[in-house]
């Protein structure tokens, strides 16, 4: 998975394949330091989870990648 687009003040990544860049996600106080390092065209390893609401897609911090790991609605991949 590629950063496609960083917003200006660095909160928000444009994140995907280069034909899919519709998802928006959002850094957490977990990864703020690694998300500020993070520039346009890096390929990142990600999880992500989504809200209460079911709606946004937020970057959170995991150490074990797992492939669809349900629990507590969250669901892991790992991009190469």
């Given at each position: 998975?590629?950063?496609?687009?960083?917003?200006?003040?660095?909160?928000?990544?444009?994140?995907?394949?280069?034909?899919?860049?519709?998802?928006?996600?959002?850094r957490t106080s977990e990864v703020e330091?690694?998300?500020?390092?993070?520039?346009?065209?890096?390929e990142v390893k990600i999880t992500f989870e989504k809200d209460k609401d079911n709606k946004n897609?937020?970057?959170t911090q995991q150490k074990n990648f797992k492939e669809n790991d349900k629990n507590n609605n969250t669901f892991s991949y790992t991009f190469n």
């Open positions: 998975m590629k950063v496609l687009a960083i917003s200006g003040d660095k909160q928000y990544f444009r994140l995907g394949e280069d034909r899919d860049n519709s998802s928006w996600y959002t330091s690694i998300c500020s390092t993070l520039n346009k065209g890096d897609t937020i970057l």
